[in-house]
């Protein structure tokens, strides 16, 4: 089984990044979920981007964190974002409730 890793970097707007390498599987499934939250919540960046770009998978716990992340970026007016998702991830994560708009640079 591949290895997977979340990697978190700021941007030089001061963005959060999370880019995930690997298929990203129940097994990261609580650690993906708890930074979300933490940096929505403590952190409280303008945006936060989650970079699929190396993740060709998300099981469909972690398509449903990042997409409750959203909704509770809203709430704590922070803009998270969905970048370089598969065209497949992409559809997925509409189905499962994020807004199109948030989903950006589609491969």
């Known amino acids: ?51 699929l770009a190396d993740a060709p998978e998300l099981d469909s716990i972690n398509l449903g964190s990042v997409v409750a992340a959203c909704d509770l970026g809203d709430d704590h007016q922070v803009a998270v974002f969905v970048d370089n998702a598969s065209v497949s991830l992409a559809d997925k994560l509409t189905a499962a409730g994020l807004p199109r708009q948030r989903v950006r640079g589609i491969c």
């Open 1 to 51: 089984m591949l290895s997977s890793v979340l990697e978190v970097r700021t941007g030089p707007d001061g963005s959060v990044v999370i880019h995930p390498h690997g298929s990203i599987g129940a097994d990261k499934a609580v650690e993906l979920r708890q930074l979300l939250v933490h940096t929505v919540r403590r952190v409280r960046p303008l945006r936060l981007i989650v970079d």
